[in-house]
């Protein structure tokens, strides 16, 4: 069974600052990682996702890394802003049978952007 | 499109009772998930489907049944109610066509709550 491992569990950034998430997978069916971000009362909706034949993304204010040879990847948060608290999920797929595929998430990182 | 659609938003259920949880989609998607959030443990996958009349256990389908009728409707029926279901769930669906690497559509959310 695939375990992605995700922190911090919390996360508290003043205005304007950095916010960081980290996230380690044990193995992968195929390099795909999305970063899923949640309000609350919601459900949760993809903010972004790479498919590593490149180590970074970037889309806006956010960022994902990755570190193939570590089996790690990130979501940095620059210029965060109150509007990006949130609870974040990374995920990573794993096989499940029969020729398919599923989503393996993390435990969540509550993002809390501080005025 | 109304994307993923859930009913009810809420519900409480005595222990030993039964409910069936809908969702639907209206984005033609052949791929749809059910899964369950617990506070501070991410996303579990009870149960998914590939297409009308195929389904799969995810990772907890224990006190879970699904059917797959057609391609928009993937019903979570509970039989047999217990507290550890109490829980906040979500169902998803995704087009598949770019494999499974694709991004899942969630619905607002079911709050159930067993007593």
């Known amino acids: 069974q695939q375990q992605v491992k995700q922190s911090p569990q919390s996360l508290i950034v003043q205005k304007g600052g950095i916010s960081i998430i980290n996230c380690a997978y044990e193995n992968t069916a195929f390099d795909y990682f999305p970063w899923y971000q949640q309000f609350p009362g919601k459900g949760p909706a993809l903010l972004i996702a790479i498919r590593p034949d490149v180590s970074e993304k970037k889309e806006g204010r956010f960022t994902i890394s990755f570190n193939k040879s570590a089996k790690q990847f990130s979501l940095h948060i620059m210029d965060s802003q109150p509007g990006d608290s949130a609870t974040y999920f990374c995920?990573?797929?794993?096989?499940?049978?029969?020729?398919?595929?599923?989503?393996?998430f993390g435990k969540g990182t509550k993002l809390s952007v501080i005025p | 499109n109304a994307g993923v659609t859930q009913t009810p938003k809420f519900r409480i259920l005595k222990i030993g009772q039964s409910m069936t949880l809908q969702c639907t989609q209206d984005m033609n998607h052949n791929y749809m998930y059910w899964y369950r959030q617990d506070p501070g443990m991410g996303l579990k996958l009870i149960y998914y489907?590939?297409?009308?009349?195929?389904?799969d256990k995810g990772e907890v389908p224990n006190g879970y049944n699904v059917s797959r009728s057609t391609t928009e409707d993937f019903p979570l029926r509970l039989e047999l109610a217990a507290p550890s279901q109490t829980s906040v769930y979500f169902c998803?669906?995704?087009?598949?066509?770019?494999?499974?690497?694709?991004?899942?559509?969630f619905g607002p959310g079911t709050r159930l709550t067993v007593l």
């Open positions: 998803a669906s995704t087009s598949g066509l770019a494999g499974d690497a694709d991004t899942q559509y």
């Open positions: 995920a990573a797929p794993a096989y499940s049978g029969a020729g398919s595929y599923q989503l393996t």
């Open positions: 489907s590939v297409g009308a009349g195929i389904t």
